[in-house]
């Protein structure tokens, strides 16, 4: 790429940034936009803890120092403590999220390597925290790997969608030095060969690259070579370690692991019986002290004999050679493993392990008769989490998520509680009010099989459960009540505002009724012109007591508060006597948008009127006749253009609303309608 030439040749020009420059962090980090005149204050609002952390992202797992972690947990880098168990956090300068992070050879710098429309890498110093370098112009909208040389001295960047960008930087001076797009599909990972500094090697969708900077007449460029597959299937490739030779050895989709060279698979290695080396994709390799360890997303860590497979050559015309590994450990069942770190102190070194499944590891791998069993650090949701709810009396919170497992958390304490497991994923939850029970310990969920669970959380010791005062890590859950209303995932749960019903949305569109009490016994079920997404009862304020049904197709529907009656068991449960209220929001954005569009038009006549008059008298001040041919215009045909009048065919998806006053309610709407609150 000329482009990058000039630019490497005019950093011996440019002024250099001294060792001992560092940014401002409040002035870079991301801010809360606040409305002009609201008086609100910037910190209303701060972090207080997280629980999160962002457990399926690739290499998100790193060590500053051998008691320090460091990931990413959605829009914050997460620096945690592991002896004090205290978090620091540090915020995107887009506030659009984080693509990736990494560690300086040295660990007095790490990369923190953003989302958001031509996004930045930021450098920190470990342990000020200080902002030290900022990165730009390396892709277009996120980047998706970042990795260090061994010297410390170089850090390669590469894009996700649209560009793909691999980029060369000399971080210490924020200049790019080469750049080269590096495949036209998802590239997981960029590393350095840690032998020769002038080698890279990229990864992805359907394919591996071998790069080198190679010295030509017009100067240094990245020049890539394709891996050709040849009789091996074509495979993603998630992980992979160059070795000292210049070969380098991935991993495939089924789990066995392929031996490169020259940019050609010189043999596939399976285990005895043509078993794969892993049970699915290998997502990292590490060499360490004359052995290679892989990862897997089966749970498993290997760990192969180096020369052997350095060595390794097919003995038929199949292409692949069987051999065993050393040793191994089964971390856990459920586990996938990410991407491992070790500790670079002590005798007895141990591993960070990353666990998509929703945790971080503690392992040793010594493979020794005093061997410690892998322990469970850390837990959190493996993916998104649908439904969160406080404890209307204490300071507990639920969650609930697809992984299928629910959570319970002390946020005053900043403990997690409780994980518990069920057959089916979790989207929604709401916890019971304190007219239903005041201790504050009973919470309703619903599940994507369109079963509800009345649980309770107590002190399994028998004492009463102490919130923020560390005497809560015996809470436990008990289920008091389990019942199938729906035939799709739940998604709304809604208690009345007195506590005597509690209301079941899904996606079935159906809301079912059940009279609370000891037991929750079914009153009935009323159908609906959509999806459920949201319920809303109507607060004390309003003389009648009404459900506000929320549909995902745009329909808002208002229905009494049946009575809370014990329905016949030989019935069908429809209720069919209620008089439901049915609203269709019409869009009048245009009309809106066309209404501001007048203003404007007439404030621009308006001014423009008044430069007139005021040329006008200027002339005859002057004694300048003025005719009508000679005044300025007032109206631009082509500026003052009206927009047209739309309605959108399907009426805007509703997002969420909330009852005002009575025979009010708030709507907000996605799609066309989005950014606009309708009453």
Same mark, same amino acid.
């Given at each position: 790429n000329p482009?990058?030439?000039?630019?490497?040749?005019?950093?011996?020009?440019?002024?250099?940034?001294?060792?001992?420059f560092?940014?401002d962090?409040?002035?870079i980090?991301?801010?809360?936009?606040?409305?002009?005149?609201?008086?609100?204050p910037?910190? *209303?609002l701060?972090?207080l803890?997280s629980f999160?952390?962002?457990?399926?992202?690739?290499?998100?797992?790193?060590?500053l120092?051998?008691? @320090?972690?460091?990931?990413?947990?959605?829009?914050?880098?997460?620096?945690?403590?592991?002896?004090?168990?205290?978090?620091?956090?540090? %915020?995107?300068?887009?506030?659009?999220?984080?693509?990736?992070?990494?560690?300086?050879p040295?660990?007095h710098?790490?990369?923190?390597?953003e989302?958001?429309?031509k996004p930045?890498?930021?450098?920190?110093?470990?342990?000020s925290?200080?902002?030290?370098?900022?990165?730009?112009g390396?892709?277009?909208?996120?980047?998706?790997?970042?990795?260090?040389? +061994?010297?410390?001295?170089?850090?390669?960047?590469?894009?996700?969608?649209?560009?793909?960008? &691999?980029?060369?930087?000399?971080?210490r001076?924020?200049?790019?030095?080469?750049?080269?797009?590096?495949?036209?599909?998802? *590239?997981?990972?960029?590393?350095?060969?840690p032998?020769n500094?002038?080698?890279?090697?990229t990864?992805?969708?359907?394919?591996?690259?071998?790069?080198?900077?190679?010295?030509?007449?017009?100067?240094?460029?990245?020049? !890539?070579?394709?891996?050709?597959?040849g009789?091996t299937s074509?495979?993603?490739?998630?992980?992979?370690?160059?070795?000292?030779?210049g070969?380098?050895?991935s991993?495939?989709?089924?789990?066995?692991?392929?031996?490169?060279?020259?940019?050609?698979?010189?043999?596939e290695?399976?285990?005895?019986?043509?078993?794969p080396?892993?049970q699915?994709?290998i997502?990292?390799?590490v060499?360490d002290e004359?052995?290679?360890? @892989?990862?897997?997303?089966?749970g498993f860590?290997?760990?192969w004999?180096?020369?052997?497979?350095?060595?390794?050559?097919?003995?038929?015309?199949?292409g692949? &050679?069987? +051999?065993e590994? +050393?040793?191994?450990?089964?971390?856990?069942?459920?586990?996938n493993?990410?991407?491992m770190v070790?500790?670079?102190?002590?005798?007895?070194?141990?591993?960070?392990?990353?666990?998509?499944?929703?945790g971080?590891?503690?392992?040793? &791998?010594?493979f020794s008769?005093?061997?410690?069993?892998?322990?469970?650090?850390?837990?959190?949701?493996s993916g998104?989490?649908?439904?969160l709810?406080?404890?209307?009396?204490?300071?507990? +919170?639920?969650?609930?998520?697809?992984? %299928?497992?629910?959570?319970?958390?002390?946020?005053?304490?900043?403990?997690p509680?409780?994980?518990?497991?069920?057959k089916?994923g979790?989207?929604?939850l709401?916890?019971?009010?304190r007219?239903?029970n005041?201790?504050? !310990?009973?919470?309703?969920?619903?599940?994507?099989?369109g079963?509800?669970?009345?649980?309770?959380?107590?002190?399994?010791?028998?004492? %009463?459960? &102490?919130?923020? %005062?560390?005497?809560?890590?015996?809470?436990a859950?008990?289920?008091?009540?389990?019942?199938?209303?729906?035939?799709?995932?739940?998604t709304a749960?809604?208690y009345?505002?007195?506590?005597?019903?509690?209301?079941t949305g899904s996606?079935?569109r159906?809301v079912f009724?059940f009279?609370? !009490?000891?037991?929750y016994?079914p009153?009935?079920?009323?159908?609906?012109? !959509?999806p459920?997404r949201?319920?809303h009862?109507?607060?004390?304020?309003h003389?009648?007591?009404?459900?506000?049904?929320?549909?995902?197709?745009?329909?808002?529907?208002?229905?009494?508060?049946?009575?809370?009656e014990?329905?016949?068991?030989e019935?069908t449960?429809e209720i069919s006597?209620?008089?439901?209220?049915y609203?269709?929001f019409?869009?009048?954005?245009s009309?809106?948008?066309?209404?501001?569009q007048l203003?404007?038009?007439k404030?621009k006549r308006?001014?423009?009127?008044k430069?007139?008059?005021?040329?006008?008298?200027?002339q005859?001040?002057?004694?300048?006749?003025?005719?009508?041919e000679?005044?300025?215009p007032?109206i631009d045909?082509e500026e003052?253009k009206l927009p047209?009048?739309?309605?959108p065919?399907e009426?805007?998806?509703?997002?969420?609303?909330?009852?005002a006053g009575?025979?009010?309610?708030?709507?907000s709407?996605?799609?066309y309608?989005?950014?606009?609150?309708?009453?």
């Amino acid at each position: 790429n000329p482009e990058g030439d000039e630019e490497e040749e005019e950093v011996e020009e440019t002024e250099k940034i001294p060792d001992d420059f560092f940014y401002d962090y409040d002035s870079i980090c991301s801010q809360p936009y606040i409305s002009p005149g609201s008086g609100i204050p910037s910190r *209303v609002l701060h972090l207080l803890h997280s629980f999160g952390y962002d457990c399926t992202r690739r290499a998100n797992l790193h060590l500053l120092d051998d008691q @320090t972690l460091l990931y990413i947990a959605g829009t914050v880098a997460i620096i945690l403590g592991l002896k004090t168990q205290e978090q620091q956090y540090l %915020r995107s300068s887009s506030g659009q999220g984080i693509g990736a992070v990494a560690v300086h050879p040295s660990r007095h710098y790490f990369a923190v390597a953003e989302k958001g429309h031509k996004p930045n890498i930021l450098l920190y110093e470990f342990p000020s925290l200080k902002p030290y370098r900022i990165l730009r112009g390396g892709t277009e909208e996120a980047y998706a790997f970042v990795d260090f040389n +061994m010297s410390g001295s170089l850090l390669a960047s590469v894009g996700s969608s649209p560009d793909y960008m &691999l980029t060369i930087w000399d971080w210490r001076q924020e200049k790019i030095m080469l750049r080269s797009k590096a495949f036209s599909q998802d *590239v997981f990972q960029v590393t350095f060969s840690p032998e020769n500094e002038e080698q890279l090697t990229t990864c992805g969708t359907g394919h591996i690259r071998f790069w080198k900077m190679a010295r030509t007449f017009t100067g240094l460029k990245l020049q !890539g070579e394709i891996g050709r597959f040849g009789k091996t299937s074509l495979t993603d490739i998630e992980g992979y370690v160059a070795l000292p030779d210049g070969k380098v050895i991935s991993g495939s989709e089924w789990g066995d692991l392929l031996l490169w060279e020259g940019g050609l698979i010189k043999v596939e290695i399976c285990r005895r019986g043509r078993r794969p080396c892993h049970q699915g994709p290998i997502n990292q390799f590490v060499l360490d002290e004359g052995e290679l360890i @892989t990862i897997g997303t089966d749970g498993f860590v290997r760990v192969w004999d180096f020369e052997t497979l350095d060595t390794a050559d097919s003995v038929d015309d199949t292409g692949l &050679l069987e +051999m065993e590994p +050393m040793n191994e450990l089964q971390v856990g069942k459920n586990v996938n493993l990410r991407y491992m770190v070790k500790t670079l102190e002590g005798d007895s070194p141990v591993w960070f392990a990353q666990d998509a499944g929703g945790g971080i590891w503690k392992l040793d &791998l010594s493979f020794s008769n005093i061997t410690q069993d892998p322990e469970c650090l850390f837990s959190f949701h493996s993916g998104k989490i649908q439904a969160l709810d406080a404890s209307p009396s204490t300071y507990l +919170m639920a969650t609930t998520s697809l992984d %299928r497992s629910l959570r319970i958390y002390d946020f005053v304490g900043k403990t997690p509680l409780v994980d518990m497991k069920f057959k089916q994923g979790g989207t929604a939850l709401t916890w019971a009010p304190r007219m239903v029970n005041p201790k504050g !310990g009973l919470f309703a969920v619903g599940f994507e099989d369109g079963v509800v669970r009345i649980l309770e959380v107590y002190n399994s010791t028998g004492l %009463r459960l &102490l919130v923020g %005062r560390g005497g809560t890590h015996d809470a436990a859950v008990n289920l008091r009540q389990a019942f199938k209303p729906h035939n799709g995932p739940v998604t709304a749960l809604a208690y009345e505002r007195n506590g005597e019903i509690l209301a079941t949305g899904s996606t079935d569109r159906t809301v079912f009724f059940f009279a609370v !009490g000891d037991s929750y016994e079914p009153i009935g079920f009323v159908r609906l012109p !959509g999806p459920v997404r949201e319920l809303h009862w109507s607060p004390p304020s309003h003389e009648q007591s009404t459900l506000l049904v929320l549909c995902e197709n745009g329909f808002a529907v208002q229905i009494p508060s049946p009575a809370a009656e014990k329905m016949d068991p030989e019935s069908t449960y429809e209720i069919s006597n209620l008089p439901l209220s049915y609203f269709r929001f019409t869009s009048i954005k245009s009309k809106i948008e066309r209404e501001e569009q007048l203003e404007r038009i007439k404030k621009k006549r308006e001014q423009k009127q008044k430069e007139r008059d005021a040329w006008i008298r200027e002339q005859k001040e002057r004694g300048v006749e003025v005719l009508e041919e000679d005044l300025p215009p007032i109206i631009d045909d082509e500026e003052d253009k009206l927009p047209e009048l739309y309605v959108p065919e399907e009426p805007s998806p509703i997002l969420c609303g909330f009852y005002a006053g009575p025979g009010k309610f708030w709507l907000s709407l996605d799609g066309y309608d989005s950014g606009f609150l309708n009453l």
